[in-house]
């Protein structure tokens, strides 16, 4: 049987072979986004492709951060226009750390209209079906850590500050370990023997937030109206869901909730015809069998969007309704928790029926 790295750097070298080859991944790229697709675009250069990075709406604050860190803030060969105009001559995708069209803004019709190779961890979306190629490992824990198998099953070491945004993808994905397979650790090892600087990958991604200091000013208000405004539920006994709308910053806002103590954190941003919604669960939450995924993927059909993600962190985006990002928080509120405490009911009473049986 083929290993994870062995199975991506096969898809690499297909994709390599069409030579114009634009990688790309999610809007608001997060660090395991950009470390995912920064070594894709690395391996690709080896085998003798021309890559372009194509970022829809940049970078997340997290990952400026971490290329800053790296000495990597311009990043050479890196487009973020929407659009496909922007690399006419695209051969051929590699989408990484993406599952649906939707987290692809402009830039998803170069993924339908090309030969689309696929590599992701998160639960299999819409953009599955258009894949010449997919490697797709939902018990993976970050993208980052397939793509940097590749590259040590191919023999080509990252450059160092390529190999410093990869721990960092890792780090950040894996939540500083605790999430971490077999896999995660055999490529942070690799990356480390190519030069990359755990110390700096790690510092770039805490930057003081244990005390709150390495927040800028926006971000520390957004997490402080998403508490003021949140609607709680108790489910399954002692589980807290809680749904609440920041203009911005719904991931930081969303982890700050879980580590105020929601098991299910719901966050609603974005402006617009189009709403964001965040979610983030605590690891009580994960126990009970609960996914954000899945939860995600409920909330984009009642509202008519597309949702996705993995078992800890999930995505939904849906067109807003007329109150705009309030409406769409009371009707999250009303019927999220009721489907949530459902999936958690059936799962432990399958899980005490296996027990007994």
């Given at each position: 049987?083929?290993?994870?790295?062995?199975?991506?750097?096969?898809?690499?070298?297909?994709?390599?072979?069409?030579?114009?080859?634009?990688?790309?991944?999610?809007?608001?790229?997060?660090?395991?986004?950009?470390?995912?697709?920064?070594?894709?675009?690395?391996?690709?250069?080896?085998?003798?492709?021309?890559?372009?990075?194509?970022?829809?709406?940049?970078?997340?604050?997290?990952?400026?951060?971490?290329?800053?860190?790296?000495?990597?803030?311009?990043?050479?060969?890196?487009?973020?226009?929407?659009?496909?105009?922007?690399?006419?001559?695209?051969?051929?995708?590699?989408?990484?750390?993406?599952?649906?069209?939707?987290?692809?803004?402009?830039?998803?019709?170069?993924?339908?209209?090309?030969?689309?190779?696929?590599?992701?961890?998160?639960?299999?979306?819409?953009?599955?079906?258009?894949?010449?190629?997919?490697?797709?490992?939902?018990?993976?824990?970050?993208?980052?850590?397939?793509?940097?198998?590749?590259?040590?099953?191919?023999?080509?070491?990252?450059?160092?500050?390529?190999?410093?945004?990869?721990?960092?993808?890792?780090?950040?994905?894996?939540?500083?370990?605790?999430?971490?397979?077999?896999?995660?650790?055999?490529?942070?090892?690799?990356?480390?023997?190519?030069?990359?600087?755990?110390?700096?990958?790690?510092?770039?991604?805490?930057?003081?937030?244990?005390?709150?200091?390495?927040?800028?000013?926006?971000?520390?208000?957004?997490?402080?109206?998403?508490?003021?405004?949140?609607?709680?539920?108790?489910?399954?006994?002692?589980?807290?869901?809680?749904?609440?709308?920041?203009?911005?910053?719904?991931?930081?806002?969303?982890?700050?909730?879980?580590?105020?103590?929601?098991?299910?954190?719901?966050?609603?941003?974005?402006?617009?015809?189009?709403?964001?919604?965040?979610?983030?669960?605590?690891r009580r939450a994960l126990e009970t069998g609960l996914r954000a995924d899945e939860l995600a993927s409920y909330i984009a059909g009642k509202h008519g969007g597309r949702g996705g993600g993995h078992a800890a962190a999930g995505m939904a985006h849906v067109p807003a309704p007329?109150?705009?990002?309030?409406?769409?928080?009371?009707?999250?509120?009303?019927?999220?928790?009721?489907?949530?405490?459902?999936?958690?009911?059936?799962?432990?009473?399958?899980?005490?029926?296996?027990?007994?049986?």
């Amino acid at each position: 049987m083929r290993g994870a790295g062995e199975e991506v750097a096969e898809l690499l070298r297909r994709a390599a072979r069409r030579v114009r080859v634009a990688v790309l991944t999610h809007r608001n790229a997060d660090p395991d986004a950009i470390a995912s697709a920064l070594l894709a675009r690395r391996a690709l250069m080896e085998l003798g492709a021309e890559p372009v990075i194509m970022l829809p709406e940049g970078l997340s604050r997290a990952s400026k951060q971490v290329l800053r860190a790296a000495g990597l803030e311009g990043i050479p060969q890196t487009r973020y226009e929407e659009g496909p105009e922007a690399v006419p001559r695209v051969e051929a995708v590699v989408v990484v750390d993406s599952s649906n069209t939707t987290q692809l803004g402009g830039l998803a019709v170069l993924a339908i209209t090309r030969p689309l190779f696929l590599i992701d961890h998160h639960s299999p979306g819409d953009l599955a079906p258009h894949a010449e190629d997919a490697v797709l490992d939902e018990a993976s824990p970050s993208a980052t850590q397939l793509v940097a198998l590749a590259l040590e099953y191919m023999g080509v070491c990252p450059e160092a500050r390529e190999a410093t945004v990869g721990l960092a993808g890792i780090i950040y994905d894996t939540r500083r370990y605790s999430i971490a397979d077999a896999g995660s650790f055999k490529a942070s090892a690799y990356l480390i023997s190519c030069g990359g600087d755990y110390e700096r990958a790690l510092k770039a991604l805490q930057g003081g937030r244990d005390q709150g200091s390495g927040l800028d000013y926006a971000e520390r208000v957004a997490r402080l109206k998403a508490a003021q405004r949140m609607v709680t539920s108790r489910i399954c006994e002692e589980l807290i869901v809680a749904v609440t709308r920041v203009g911005a910053y719904e991931s930081s806002a969303a982890r700050a909730l879980v580590d105020l103590g929601a098991d299910v954190a719901v966050v609603v941003g974005g402006k617009g015809a189009e709403l964001r919604v965040t979610l983030r669960l605590s690891r009580r939450a994960l126990e009970t069998g609960l996914r954000a995924d899945e939860l995600a993927s409920y909330i984009a059909g009642k509202h008519g969007g597309r949702g996705g993600g993995h078992a800890a962190a999930g995505m939904a985006h849906v067109p807003a309704p007329r109150g705009g990002a309030e409406d769409l928080v009371e009707a999250i509120a009303r019927s999220l928790p009721g489907k949530a405490a459902r999936i958690c009911v059936e799962r432990r009473s399958k899980a005490l029926g296996g027990g007994q049986g």
